[in-house]
């Protein structure tokens, strides 16, 4: 179930976005950032990253461990609720297909997204279910 939750959060991250300024003249990977730049890091991005990730556009809920998980983020902002977030998804999913063994998710090509660019997540499943 650990695995599955970890593919879940790579494959289509909650927090697709973070913003970050430069608090002084700095180079990363080869890209100078001038002190006071505001910088829009791609998470979602990041988690398909095809250097971290095997083919990365696939949904495997074998996939083994790899690369620096990102999706609750990293350094000193890393979240401070993550070990909890974990802890509540596999509890909410295990026990769900524990009481539900043959629920199943139909239309999910037809899902409604919320318009939103950083925070992602669908407005409901309740019509797919
Ligand atoms: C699936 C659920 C969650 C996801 C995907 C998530 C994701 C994130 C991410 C990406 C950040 C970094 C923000 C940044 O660097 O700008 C963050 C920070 C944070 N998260 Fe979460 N989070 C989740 C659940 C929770 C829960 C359950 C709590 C508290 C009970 C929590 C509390 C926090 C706090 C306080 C921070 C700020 C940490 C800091 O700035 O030092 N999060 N979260």
Same mark, same amino acid.
């Given at each position: @179930?650990? =695995? %599955?939750? &970890? !593919?879940? @959060?790579? &494959?289509? =991250?909650s927090v697709q976005a973070l913003q970050r300024v430069a608090l002084e003249d700095l180079e990363v990977a080869g890209i100078q950032f001038k002190k006071g730049t505001l910088v829009l890091l791609s998470l979602g991005s990041a988690n398909r990253?095809? !250097?971290q990730y095997d083919d990365p556009d696939t949904f495997n809920i074998e996939r083994p461990e790899t690369g620096m998980p990102l999706w609750f983020a %990293? #350094?000193?902002h890393y979240c401070i609720g993550a070990r909890l977030?974990?802890?509540e998804m596999e509890t909410a999913v295990s026990t769900l297909l524990r009481r539900f063994p043959t629920l199943r998710l139909t239309n999910l090509d037809s899902l409604e997204y919320q318009p939103r660019?950083? @925070?992602? #997540?669908?407005? =409901?499943? @309740? %019509? =797919?279910?």
């Open positions: @179930m650990t =695995s %599955a939750i &970890y !593919e879940c @959060m790579r &494959y289509d =991250s990253d095809p !250097e %990293a #350094g000193i977030a974990m802890l660019n950083v @925070m992602r #997540g669908v407005k =409901s499943i @309740m %019509a =797919s279910l």
